[in-house]
Each structure stands twice: as structure tokens, then as C-alpha cells.
């Protein structure tokens, strides 16, 4: 059972990563990708000036990600169906959670992708450049990669669940990116409520980033389960 899911979840895998980089979209992508290169330069100029703002880089770099991740699944799943070639998938010989899953794959692999774009070249000018930043650079490549990753694989899990109990594409997308923002929203609190309590201190001490990232590991667990649990044509295809 184990290797037939695996090996047709690949099957969406790559179909789902021919459509994306199919070459009417090399140039959207291409300015996308620029747009977020840009972006982690500039991020870390534009907040330092404020007392927690090296620490609120890393949730302003993980923002478009997020985001970006939780609206591509909305529309891998539910824009899918009502374009109405996700009845042609269920039709062949994959199964409904090897669909999912290779959805869920994709587009979290994506996601991360879009991180790494976001985190990656910020995080190397600020190991080059001693002083741009009072945090060191591996607190924040901890915080980008521990806790930011499994927030992706979150919003992704999360949209296709709402996908599967939600008939309208408008209205789960719009939950969705309502929940992206809550998690950034929830981030930005949290940091700023961290941050005095360690006395500027807070690469010194990483609890709260061990308990974040278990955290948010466990959860996603309970996301996927619920996911393979949750999985059925009907739900698929907004039926009854």
C-alpha cells in the first residue's frame, strides 16, 4: 500500500510542478522570485531601527511564503474542481489521498522553496557583514528553518482541509488567507512579547524556539491524519 501511494503522489508531484513551470509562467515566476530576493535585502534595513526588529525580519521574510503556499493549495484543490478536471484525476487509477498528498507535496516543497529565496540571501549577508544585525545569523537561520517550515507545511495542510469542508473556492480561500495572517499576526505578538522578557537575549536561550518548532511539528502530525482521515470523492467534489 505504503509504496503505491508514495509512487503515485509523485504522479501529481510532477504534473502539479509541469504546470507551474510551464513557459507562460517562467516570467511571472522569474519577477516573483526577484520581488522576494529584493525583499530580504531590504527587510532587514527597513526594521532595524525599531528594538525588536531584527527579530521580526524572519516572520516578515516567512510572510509571502505563507501566503503564497496557502493560496496555491486552495487553488490546486478547489480551483481544480471547478474548473472541473479534478473529476478526471479521481476518475483514474490514483487514489483520492495520493491526489491530496501529492498536492500537499508540491506545494509544500514550493513553499519552502519560496523561503529559502526569502531567508537565504539575508541571512548570508548578515554572516558577511558583522554589525548589520545585533542577532546572530544562525538564531535567525534557526528561526527561518526550525519553526518557519513546518508554519508552511501548517497553512497548507490547513488550506487543503478547508478545501475538503468547504464547497466554495472564494470562501476557503479567504479563510485561508485569513489563517496566514493570523500565524504572522500571531507571530509578530509573540516575538515582540519574547523579546523584552530575555532582555536582548534571545539567541541565548532556545527553548522557545525547541517548543515552537515541536510544537508546530506535532500539530502538523495531527493536520495530516485528520487530512487522510477527512479524504473522500464526495468531499473532493463538494458533493452533499
Request: glycine share 8%; charged share 10%.
Amino acid at each position: 500500500m505504503m509504496p503505491d501511494i508514495v509512487q503515485d503522489s509523485w504522479t501529481i508531484i510532477v504534473k502539479e510542478w509541469r504546470e507551474w513551470c510551464c513557459i507562460r509562467a517562467r516570467v511571472g515566476w522569474s519577477a516573483l522570485f526577484l520581488l522576494i530576493v529584493t525583499w530580504s535585502f531590504a527587510a532587514p534595513h527597513l526594521l532595524g531601527s525599531f528594538a525588536v526588529g531584527a527579530y521580526l525580519v524572519p516572520v516578515l521574510w516567512a510572510a509571502l511564503p505563507v501566503t503564497l503556499a496557502g493560496v496555491m493549495i486552495i487553488d490546486s484543490i478547489a480551483g481544480e474542481r471547478e474548473r472541473q478536471t479534478l473529476e478526471t484525476l479521481l476518475a483514474s487509477r490514483l487514489s483520492e489521498r495520493a491526489i491530496v498528498l501529492g498536492k500537499v507535496v508540491a506545494i509544500t516543497l514550493l513553499g519552502w522553496l519560496l523561503l529559502a529565496f526569502a531567508a537565504l540571501p539575508g541571512i548570508v549577508r548578515q554572516a558577511l557583514t558583522p554589525g548589520v544585525t545585533s542577532v546572530a545569523p544562525a538564531t535567525i537561520a534557526a528561526i527561518v528553518f526550525g519553526v518557519i517550515t513546518p508554519a508552511v507545511l501548517l497553512i497548507v495542510l490547513a488550506g487543503a482541509l478547508i478545501t475538503l469542508y468547504t464547497s466554495s473556492m472564494r470562501f476557503a480561500l479567504l479563510l485561508t488567507i485569513a489563517l496566514a495572517g493570523f500565524l504572522i499576526l500571531g507571530a509578530t505578538v509573540l516575538v515582540i512579547g519574547w523579546s523584552p522578557q530575555s532582555d536582548g537575549a534571545i539567541g541565548s536561550d532556545m527553548a522557545p524556539l525547541i517548543i515552537s518548532a515541536a510544537s508546530l511539528t506535532a500539530l502538523d502530525s495531527a493536520l495530516l491524519g485528520w487530512l487522510f482521515i477527512a479524504v473522500q470523492s464526495k468531499r473532493l467534489l463538494a458533493i452533499g
